[in-house]
C-alpha cells in the first residue's frame, strides 16, 4: 500500500469534466499552471531546460473504479480499463505530457492541461524520449478513426 | 491523501539496483513480465492492439525522498529531483514506457523494463503519442551528453 500527497495543485480553465476535450481529434492545447507547494519548490530546479514534462495526478473526483470503460473516442464500444484513460481506474491516477511555457518560482506554466481545476500533483518528470510514428500501434483508438473517417464521408473515400 | 495499492507486479532480470542500466547511452531492452493480479485481469481487455505502454509502479525499496538528486548520467551534478528520474521522490512513483511483445492471460510479456523484480504496478495506460524529436528539448541531460563526447573525444570532434 502507498500514500501519496499532492505536491501542488492545477490551474486549468476547466471547472466541470464536460469542458475537457475527449473524443476524436479532440484538442489539448489548453493552457494552465502547474503550482508547486512551497516546501517543494527546490525540487524544480533546472526544470526549465525542458521542453515537455509528464505530469502525474490524482483523479479527485473518482469514486471506485470499472474494469471495463465505454470511451467516448469509440462511440461506447467496451474496452479494459487499462487499455483507456478512463478516470475510474484501481488507482485513480492520471498522466498528461505537458509543454512547459515558463516558469514564475514555485509556478509552471504549461500547454496541454486535460485536467479539471484544482486537480492535485503527484509527480513532474522530465520528458525524455519519443516512440518513432511508425513503430506505434494504437489499437482499438486506430479502428475508431478509421469508422469515424468513413461514417462522416459524403461518398467513396478518396484518400 | 491517496491510498494505492498494486494491480500485479513487474517480473524482471534485476534483482538488485546496481543491475539496472543507468547513465548515459544505457540500454533498455531488457525483457520482462508484467504479472495483473487475477481480480484485475478483466481491464486488459483489447491491450494488445496497443505497440507501447505506459507503466505507473511504485518505488517499493525507496524511503524518503531529497529535493536535490545527482543522477549518474550527469557525474553528480545537483538538479531538482523534478528534473530527474531519482526514487527518492516526494511521492514514489515511477514511470516506464515499455513495448508490448505479447500477452498470456493476465501476464504481459514486455520490452524496456527498467524496474527490479517484484516491483508493485499502480497503473497502465496505451501510449498513444509522441512529441516530434525536433520539438523536444532535453535540459541538462542533453548538455550532460555534449560533455560526454567532448571528453571521450580522442582529439578534435569529427563527428
Redesign the interface.
Known amino acids: 500500500?502507498?500514500?501519496?500527497?499532492p505536491?501542488g495543485y492545477v490551474r486549468s480553465p476547466f471547472r466541470v469534466t464536460r469542458e475537457i476535450p475527449k473524443g476524436l481529434g479532440a484538442k489539448h492545447d489548453a493552457e494552465g499552471v502547474l503550482e508547486?507547494l512551497p516546501e517543494?519548490a527546490?525540487?524544480?530546479?533546472?526544470?526549465?531546460?525542458?521542453?515537455?514534462l509528464?505530469v502525474?495526478w490524482?483523479f479527485h473526483r473518482a469514486e471506485g473504479f470499472d474494469?471495463?470503460a465505454t470511451p467516448p473516442a469509440d462511440g461506447g464500444r467496451?474496452?479494459?480499463?487499462?487499455?483507456?484513460?478512463s478516470p475510474r481506474?484501481?488507482?485513480?491516477?492520471g498522466?498528461t505530457?505537458v509543454e512547459l511555457l515558463g516558469r514564475d518560482g514555485a509556478s509552471l506554466r504549461v500547454k496541454g492541461v486535460d485536467m479539471l481545476d484544482g486537480t492535485?500533483i503527484?509527480?513532474?518528470?522530465?520528458?525524455?524520449?519519443?516512440?518513432?510514428?511508425e513503430?506505434?500501434?494504437?489499437?482499438?483508438?486506430?479502428?475508431a478513426e478509421v469508422r469515424s473517417r468513413t461514417a462522416s464521408a459524403p461518398g467513396p473515400a478518396s484518400e
Open positions: 500500500m502507498f500514500s501519496m500527497q505536491i508547486i517543494f527546490e525540487g524544480l530546479a533546472d526544470i526549465e531546460g525542458f521542453s515537455h509528464y502525474i490524482g474494469l471495463t467496451p474496452h479494459g480499463v487499462f487499455a483507456t484513460r481506474r484501481p488507482n485513480p491516477i498522466l505530457t492535485p503527484l509527480d513532474i518528470k522530465p520528458y525524455l524520449s519519443s516512440i518513432p510514428a513503430q506505434l500501434r494504437r489499437g482499438w483508438l486506430a479502428e
